[in-house]
Nanobody, 119 residues
């Protein structure tokens, strides 16, 4: 079983920055992609940033130029650097990966970390 654990959420003022971290552990053979999703109160979960192993990162239009996703392929980690945060970025942020283990590929999710952008 693959486990994802997020960290780095918290309360920040508009215009501030936060860096989220995610680590994947377990019998991982390969991770095809690591993503960050978010879900705001009353809204559907949405893809924020994606870091495929074989292509360039992709971002939601709402965060382009403000957020940056990166990966540590050795440690199976993903990071989300969030700059110039806005109140609309308030949400629970979830780490996701599509990874292969001895039993085949599957989707895995973390439990989320809360980001609150407020005065």
């Amino acid at each position: 079983q693959v486990h994802l654990v997020e960290s780095g959420g918290g309360l920040v003022r508009p215009g501030g920055s936060l860096r989220l971290s995610c680590v994947a552990t377990g019998p991982i053979l390969n991770i095809n992609v690591m993503d960050w999703y978010r879900q705001a109160p009353g809204k559907q979960r949405e893809l924020v940033a994606s870091a495929p192993s074989a292509s360039e990162p992709q971002y939601a239009d709402s965060v382009k130029g403000r957020f940056n996703i990166s990966r540590d392929y050795v440690l199976n980690k993903a990071y989300l650097q969030m700059n110039n945060l806005e109140p609309e970025d308030t949400a629970v942020y979830y780490c996701h990966c599509y990874a292969s283990t001895g039993t085949g590929p599957a989707h895995y999710w973390g439990k989320g970390t809360l980001v609150t952008v407020s005065e």
